[in-house]
């Protein structure tokens, strides 16, 4: 969050911790829509990229739809840029080289590079970090550029970039302070990502009538899920059809969860559509879909008792985890580490998943956003949690302190579902690096 003290200025060659907390400092919003600020900065840096671009929005499935594509197009040789937002660690997550984090050196080297170039025109940290993304891909040498949208799409500041294939996963109601309190208004901020002539990927099965009107308004290459792609499939493997291209006998993907194959159909739709460009064998779909990692989306943990993170922050993603859950099998006892931001859909959240935990531990969230364990417990119980020999809720200061508390009260067979935002994810990953560490010294 933006600090009150003004920050000195780093160079290229100051730590990567300093810059970012300069970056916090010199805006006077963490969120700024508009895209004039970044676009001006960018044509005085001639910022072009030359790889192929790929650019992915949606409420749910973004991250791992980026996933699967990276992965794809890595097991088929291309040279593969990825950004994401929010990180889980450590910020470097957010720019990717062939499957690789950017260093710190090359971070530093472009934020100074952008800041110079910025002079009086102020940027937020998350404007200024996707110049300098942007800026270290086309010094890189792609072949491929795959651009996560941070915030709905139409202001938001990688939709600067012209995607010569744009995909909107889903549509749902988040954000909605940004971007409209109903699925048509936020699915016209989230169509236009999509560009007149070229192809405009859309995996939600029922899209909102706004986002089909800009597409066509604009004279984008629609391509329809379960129009003009769709996928099949049973126990062992499933299939993918597309207007002119068929994929059978694929694995399915290695990242958990029903909604998978939603994410993955896409993923092949927008590789169908630029296989012009980026012919991909059908053994590096076979492999990209076997390798794909992508921490916090119905990522389990080795050992017992189980452990399960999930980055789920509003009721449409909280639904597809309850669905995720209820095909795990049996376990006698589910307990949450439950931590939210105040301005999300927190009842919503609860009604989805209220039923599937048996102990709730409420973990504090930082910052102006984050809501205290307290406050949270108090909302489980106004939506009629339970509270008796089989049930409880708990608060607790943060992640870290809540997870303690559920694997303590956890036994061997039961599951510890960590969720309802990235930071809570983070909190616990930060906790259980802290731990490995101390017995590794």
């Known amino acids: ?45 001639g910022l072009e990229l030359d790889a192929v671009t790929i650019v992915v929005g949606g409420t749910n499935g973004k991250g791992s739809t980026c996933a699967m594509l ?64 942007l800026r270290l891909f086309a010094r890189s040498g792609l072949d491929v550029a795959i651009l996560e949208v941070g915030l709905g799409g139409r202001l938001d500041a990688v939709n600067i970039v012209d995607a010569d294939c744009a995909i909107v996963t889903s549509v749902d109601l988040d954000h909605v302070e940004w971007l409209g309190n109903d699925r048509e208004k936020i699915g016209w901020e989230k169509a236009h990502i999509y560009r007149a002539g070229k192809p405009a990927i859309c995996a939600d099965p029922v899209p909102p009538q706004s986002l089909l009107d800009h597409a066509a308004s604009i004279g984008a290459d629609l391509w329809r899920f379960g129009r003009d792609y769709n996928y099949s499939g049973d126990k062992q493997q499933w299939s993918y059809g597309g207007r002119g291209q068929r994929r059978n006998a694929l694995a399915y993907p290695a990242l958990r969860g029903a909604n998978q194959l939603l994410n993955a159909s896409a993923a092949l739709a927008a590789l169908e559509a630029l296989r012009e460009r980026l012919p991909v064998p059908q053994q590096a779909v076979r492999l990209g879909l076997l390798q794909v990692q992508l921490p916090g989306r119905f990522q389990i943990l080795p050992g017992r008792p189980t452990v399960i993170l999930d980055v789920a922050h509003n009721p449409h993603a909280a639904a597809v985890l309850a669905d995720n859950l209820d095909n795990m099998g049996f376990h006698p006892y589910t307990h949450a580490v439950f931590g939210m931001l105040n301005d999300k859909d927190i009842d919503g959240v609860i009604a989805k998943l209220g039923d599937r935990v048996d102990h709730w531990h409420c973990a504090g969230l930082p910052g102006p956003r984050g809501l205290s364990g307290e406050a949270l417990a108090a909302r489980l119980r106004a939506h009629g949690v339970k509270e008796d020999k089989e049930s409880s809720v708990q608060a607790h200061a943060d992640p870290a302190a809540a997870f303690a508390a559920a694997q303590g009260r956890a036994g061997e067979g039961d599951r510890i579902l960590v969720f309802g935002s990235f930071l809570t994810v983070a909190g616990v990953l930060a906790s259980m690096r802290a731990a490995k560490a101390a017995r590794a010294g």
Do not use: C
């Open 1 to 45: 969050m933006p600090s009150s003290a003004p920050v000195s200025r780093p160079d290229a060659h100051s730590p990567l911790a300093q810059w970012l907390t300069y970056l916090e400092s010199i805006h006077g919003r963490p969120i700024d829509m508009g895209l004039e600020r970044v676009r001006t900065v960018a044509q005085r840096l």
């Open 70 to 133: 990276e992965s794809i197009l890595l097991a088929a040789g291309y040279k593969v840029g990825l950004y994401t937002s929010p990180h889980l660690l450590d910020f470097n997550e957010r720019a990717r080289i062939n499957g690789e984090p950017a260093s710190d050196a090359a971070l530093t080297e472009q934020f100074a590079a952008v800041d110079e170039a910025r002079g009086d025109i102020s940027l937020t940290y998350f404007e200024l970090t996707t110049l300098a993304i």
